[in-house]
């Protein structure tokens, strides 16, 4: 069992930038591929990144490529999630979760997930 605990969201505006953490307990972090998702008021679950379980690979959805980077510190069981550029559409609820296999895009795919945290870009 893994249990995640998403953090570091907050109201920004237009151009700002966030930083969201992701603290890991329950099992080895480092066991783990490590993905953001994100879920907008009316919409579906969206993937936003993910990362290898040593951080040697990560890969990105378009909309957030070149503004966004993650990045793990398995020696401190967490994951970020640098937000640069943010813009409006980026607001959301943000979700960190866990993957016990491989690196995957799809949400289906991850066995455990934190309770997510509000980002909200005003213009």
């Known amino acids: 069992q893994v249990h995640l605990v998403a953090s570091g969201g907050g109201l920004v505006q237009a151009g700002d930038s966030l930083r969201l953490s992701c603290a890991a307990s329950?099992?080895?972090?480092?066991?783990?591929?490590m993905g953001w998702f994100r879920q907008a008021p009316g919409k579906e679950r969206e993937f936003v990144a993910d990362i290898s379980r040593s951080g040697a690979r990560t890969y990105y959805a378009d909309s957030v490529k070149g503004r966004f980077t993650i990045s793990r510190d398995n020696a401190k069981n967490t994951v970020y999630l640098q937000m640069n550029g943010l813009k409006p559409e980026d607001t959301a609820v943000y979700y960190c979760a866990a993957e016990e296999a491989a690196m995957t895009s799809n949400y289906y795919e991850y066995d455990y997930w934190g309770q997510g945290t509000q980002v909200t870009v005003s213009s």
């Open positions: 329950g099992r080895t972090f480092s066991s783990d591929a």
